[in-house]
């Protein structure tokens, strides 16, 4: 979760160091709001494969980012790739934020940072209780 004002890709680097806190990170996979040379770089230097879209129109002149380079190299005129790398798999985060916002609407009522990540964590706790007593 991020701030409005915030893009997720300027977030990658956080949210990599945090998830790699409390699991054993191999890879990740993201779209193209996560395409560019820093954070290619930083899941390189965490050891962590990332399979994320890059743009239709990437160079291949790269010459500092040798992981984005090889990403670029690998997709374009590759359909094949997301199969090959389980891009497709990003639908399982997207549906799981797509019900909880069926569920409980887009907009959040808080208003203070702390009470928004308590807000959001509530309403996912609760989420959590629906699919388990299917209810959803």
């Given at each position: 979760m991020t701030r409005e004002d915030?893009?997720?890709?300027?977030?990658?680097?956080?949210?990599?160091k945090n998830s790699a806190n409390v699991a054993?990170?191999?890879?990740?996979?993201?779209?193209?709001?996560?395409d560019s040379k820093d954070n290619f770089l930083k899941a390189s230097k965490m050891h962590i494969d990332a399979f994320i879209r890059v743009r239709?129109?990437?160079?291949?002149?790269?010459?500092l980012c040798i992981p984005r380079r090889l990403a670029v190299i690998e997709q374009l005129g590759n359909d094949g790739w997301k199969r090959e790398k389980g891009y497709g798999y990003r639908w399982m985060a997207e549906s799981a934020f797509s019900c909880l916002k069926r569920t409980f609407g887009e907009y959040i009522r808080a208003v203070k940072w702390?009470?928004?990540?308590?807000?959001?964590?509530?309403k996912a706790s609760i989420y959590n209780l629906f699919t388990k007593m299917n209810l959803n």
């Open positions: 915030t893009s997720d890709g300027r977030m990658f680097g956080r949210l990599m054993d990170v191999k890879r990740v996979i993201g779209d193209g709001a996560y239709r129109n990437s160079s291949l002149k790269s010459r702390p009470n928004i990540v308590k807000e959001l964590l509530l």
